[in-house]
């Protein structure tokens, strides 16, 4: 099975994360398939940047995507809604 999910880069107390296709026995860090996007929190506001034609493109063919990402996902939704 291949999911969506974060991977954790940076340093300590300056995370930021990928967001990246892997199959799902691989580790949190482990070898991905593509690179889709990027994450970071600890700008104000958070900086969420994904490539929307990949992402449509994976979970067409079945990808499923991590919980946290969603949330995320979101969230980014709602916020360029309402601003």
């Known amino acids: 099975m291949v999911k969506i999910r974060l991977v954790r880069m940076g340093t300590k107390h300056k995370p930021f994360f990928r967001i990246v296709v ?3 026995k691989e580790k ?3 070898k991905a398939i ?10 104000k506001p958070f900086t969420l940047k994904i490539n929307q034609k ?3 493109y994976w979970l067409s063919v079945g990808a499923q995507m991590n919980p946290v990402l ?3 996902l979101k969230n980014e939704k709602n916020s360029s809604i309402t601003g």
Do not use: W
């Open 54 to 56: 990949r992402l449509d």
């Open 34 to 43: 593509e690179k889709i996007g990027f994450y970071d929190p600890k700008t």
């Open 28 to 30: 949190r860090n482990g």
């Open 70 to 72: 969603k949330k995320l």
């Open 22 to 24: 892997v199959d799902s």
